[in-house]
């Protein structure tokens, strides 16, 4: 069992989790790879391992319509709050890019948004007003959705919300985003700022792979007079990348931004699709890989909120976010990799370990690894080239 203030966890060091199980009961219809229900996979991994007693838990409310327009048009909520229930017609969205297959309108779609926007909120203001070093909602971290405009399963854009609170407090955030998709909203939304850098690391093609931007060279407005040059760094990987590139990649550009930028908060999006099997993503990284970008994110000593993202193979998505849970709170060390007896929906969680092989989780598909060191290395030559211009 774990207590607060147990063993790995200092005396005064606050965790606070926000969810709400209401969140987890929405469905974006038959087969959609986005599954709300991996939350509750997820939770109940967590607290079987009795990890919520080490921390402080919330049930997270709905945001307010005046926390939603902080940064999202009237016209937009308005649609998304009306927005009526019907089957997509041959994939076209209709208005706000609203009703493809990617982005439904299903039952509950507005309670679902500001519920996960109101954790995310909540979590930032936690850190603001120093009652948490580190805050978590893994029901956020929905980086596409445009102020106007939903995209790519997101809606509304909980993570700029909960960045735009942490900026009346924080001179400086550094947004850090490992999902295997581009964060584009979260981009776009700080593009002329020099008070935020956003970092992404993600698989590119120039092509197909969505949303099809952050490229390399895509490092802020052209004209130097705007503040926000050179404050995107984008990551562009190809297919395949394992844990030992990845974590090395990630400590180094992370560690460099943070040397340059010098932030005093950073938001970290856990999107765990870049994990090694995943529905959608096309990375090789594996739970223990994924965890060390929080732990390295949390040796930083930084407020810290982590949000959640994407993940479409559900049991690889409880199994990422209990382990990083417990970097959060401390007790990695100690947690036992087989999963308890008792956790709801055991039989999910096939090899009954947080950290199964490679093998186990390929289960005989093959992924060979595209990205060759001196690639990576190029990138790492590119953005130290940046960063140069980054002072603060
Ligand atoms: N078609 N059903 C990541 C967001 C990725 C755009 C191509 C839809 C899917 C996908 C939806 C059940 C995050 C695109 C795809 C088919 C236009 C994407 C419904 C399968 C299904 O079976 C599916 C009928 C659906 C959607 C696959 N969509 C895979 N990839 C991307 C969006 C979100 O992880 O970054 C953060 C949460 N969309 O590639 C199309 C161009 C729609
Ligand atoms: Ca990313
Ligand atoms: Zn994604």
Redesign the pocket.
Known sequence: QIEKNGIGRPKGYNVSWHSNPDIEKHHFGHAHPMKPWRLTLAKGLIMSYGMHAAMDTFVSRQATREELEDFHSDEYLDYLKTAKVAAPIDDIPVDFNLGGSDCPIFEGLFNYCSMYAGASIDAARKLCNNESDIAINWSGGL?HAKKAEASGFCYVNDIVLAILQLLRKHPRVLYI???????DGVEEAFWSTDRVMTL???KYDGLNFFPGT?DLDRTGPDSEENPGAHHAVNVPLADGIDDEQYVWLFKTIVGMCVERFQPTAIVL?C?AD?LAGDRLGRFNVQVQGHGSCVSYCKSLNIPLLLVGGGGYTPRNVARAWAHETSIAIGCDATLDPIIPMHTPYRQHFRYDTIFPTLEQILAGENRPNRNPDKKIREIIASVTEQLRFVNC
């Open positions: 980086h985003d490992i999902d295997v998709h581009h964060g992404s690391i993600h952050g999006q999107g870049s």
